[in-house]
């Protein structure tokens, strides 16, 4: 750790040029941060992680051992990547042909779970705390709160904000919030009245 910096950095990882960490992050063994990146506050980047180059990390992300953030991946606040997840950044790779031009953009909305050897191909937008099941291969758009499993990964429930599976009745077992299907079929939590109404409305 650099003295006088609010975060720590093993001193067997690479920072380079134009690189911004918040405070309280800690980057662990072995990794590499490429320039033009910014990594929030109170982030954990475990062993052997690579970000970069221009690439965005939100606020309170873990970054499990062994995950590349490739340019073109920006995740929201409290994203978990668990250990040895995959991102791709152009859909049609080959080693004699520079495709640089072509890297697609793929955002990882607030509170979403990438389990462990999941593999989340470029150009798509992964909704807010949805649950990706490790070994999953996303190739398409995740709606907020989705539950992902399978090759390619299809949508087998719903998870709550607490991350529990929710069952017909749409209550997270943990926390005994409420969601809803809309119009559009999206998850939404309820909107329930404060205890000051609900006290008015008995009376």
């Excluded at 250990?83 to 979403?112: H, M, Q, W, Y």
């Amino acid at each position: 750790m650099k003295r006088n910096t609010p975060y720590f950095v093993h001193e067997s990882s690479y920072i380079d040029d134009g690189v911004f960490i918040g405070e309280g992050t800690r980057i662990w063994h072995f990794c590499h941060i490429l320039g033009d990146v910014q990594i929030g506050r109170n982030c954990v980047l475990g062993q052997n992680v690579m970000v970069g180059p221009s690439v965005t990390v939100g606020n309170n992300c873990k970054i499990q051992n062994n995950v590349s953030l490739y340019k073109g991946i920006h995740l929201e606040d409290d994203v978990f990547c668990g250990p040895s997840c995959v991102f791709t950044n152009v859909n049609n790779p080959r080693a004699a042909i520079e495709r640089k031009d072509e890297f697609l953009e793929t955002t990882v909305r607030k509170g979403a779970t990438i389990g462990a050897n999941a593999t989340i191909v470029c150009g798509h937008e992964l909704g807010e705390f949805c649950f990706i099941a490790a070994g999953a291969v996303v190739t398409s758009d995740v709606k907020a709160h989705a539950l992902m499993a399978g090759v390619p990964a299809k949508q087998i429930g719903w998870m709550s904000r607490a991350g529990r599976k929710l069952g017909p009745d749409l209550v997270c077992p943990e926390e005994g919030t409420e969601y809803m299907l809309d119009a559009t079929q999206q998850l939404r939590e309820k909107i329930r009245k404060n205890k000051e109404d609900e006290q008015a409305c008995a009376e």
